[in-house]
């Protein structure tokens, strides 16, 4: 290859992404089969298996096999991390929450199978998600188990995603619009970031990194979590006024408060990039062919488009 053309140019991220997609969704379609009770495991099933980025699985997988260790060792927590998503978006979207009638162009779950149905189904899919790592993970020392379900259960828990969706539905209920860049880097950091965190985090512990890796790759992802929210608020405003009416109408109304409501569009954009370059620091010092994939995930969540 060209001489002096840094690596993740000649990385296929594309490739890279619909094969581990596909690997993914064949695990999560194995790890929860349509059994009794039904109506409560096609609940569950409507919801993790309908789509999305599989952001949260692919970062775990990949720092796993980044600091030396093999995907099947990072899957069923990958897996638990998906079935974890899928129940924050179901539980999000219920009346009492967000109160979102639709989830990736579909009905969202509790349209289809009802409010209490979407209530024990995501509280299914989160003792699910632990129960699969604890009896799934192969080849793995337990104590390292141990410490990826810890780890997990405090971000995602009432000082990590509870708590970013605690501050986040207090300050819609007062309007939004009164709080300062502080307040909503922690929404977003706890949101939205630790669950990218937890990713990494897992994939990094189940591969067998060392201490300095582990914090790295924890960098890296926050890094990556608030860049992804930052350019979701720019994506809202530069979105055609048509399409915006179409995904998001809610916030068409401004009683959200985003990024560029508060520091403009473009110092939010400069403000994307600095996250971008702090999260792929983190990653030099790796085997860059092995850092290609985080690197281009990167990018990928500073560049895309919609
Ligand atoms: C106990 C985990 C837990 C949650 C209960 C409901 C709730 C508390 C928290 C809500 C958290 C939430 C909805 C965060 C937003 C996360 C986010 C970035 C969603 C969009 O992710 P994408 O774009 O979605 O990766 P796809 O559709 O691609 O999967």
Redesign the pocket.
């Given at each position: 290859h060209e001489k002096g053309k840094p690596q993740q140019n000649q990385f296929d991220f594309k490739a890279y992404m619909l094969e581990k997609i596909k690997i993914v969704n064949h695990a999560l379609d194995a790890a929860l089969p349509l059994t009794n009770p039904i109506k409560i495991h096609e609940s569950m099933r409507y919801s993790l298996l309908s789509?999305?980025?599989?952001?949260?699985p692919i970062v775990c997988i990949a720092a796993c096999e980044l600091v030396g260790g093999d995907e099947s060792a990072a899957m069923p927590s990958a897996c638990a991390l998906e079935m974890?998503?899928?129940?924050?978006?179901m539980?999000?979207d219920l009346p009492c929450?967000?109160n979102d009638d639709l989830?990736?162009g579909k009905p969202s779950n509790h349209v289809v199978f009802g409010e209490n149905a979407a209530v024990l189904a995501?509280y299914a899919l989160?003792a699910r998600a632990f129960e699969h790592i604890a009896t799934a993970t192969d080849g793995v020392a337990p104590a390292k188990v141990l410490r990826v379900i810890g780890e997990l259960a405090r971000l995602?828990?009432p000082e990590?995603?509870?708590a970013?969706?605690v501050a986040?539905l207090k300050c819609g209920g007062r309007g939004g619009l009164d709080i300062g860049l502080e307040e909503l880097e922690y929404i977003h950091l706890h949101?939205?970031a630790a669950?990218l965190e937890a990713s990494a985090v897992a994939g990094a512990i189940l591969g067998g990194a060392c201490e300095e890796e582990i914090e790295r790759l924890r960098k890296y992802s926050r890094c990556a979590?608030l860049m992804?929210?930052v350019v979701?608020d720019v994506l809202d405003v530069t979105k055609s006024s048509e399409e915006l009416g179409k995904t998001c109408g809610k916030d068409l109304m401004g009683n959200k408060m985003t990024f560029p409501k508060l520091i403009g569009v473009e110092r939010s954009r400069e403000y994307a990039n600095k996250l971008n370059v702090e999260a792929q620091e983190q990653l030099i010092g790796f085997d860059p062919d092995k850092a290609a994939p985080l690197m281009a995930l990167a990018n990928y969540i500073a560049q895309r488009q919609r």
């Open positions: 789509g999305g980025k599989r952001i949260c974890i998503h899928a129940m924050s978006l539980h999000d929450m967000d989830r990736r995501g989160l995602i828990g990590g995603v509870v970013g969706q986040d949101k939205t669950s979590g992804f929210q979701d």
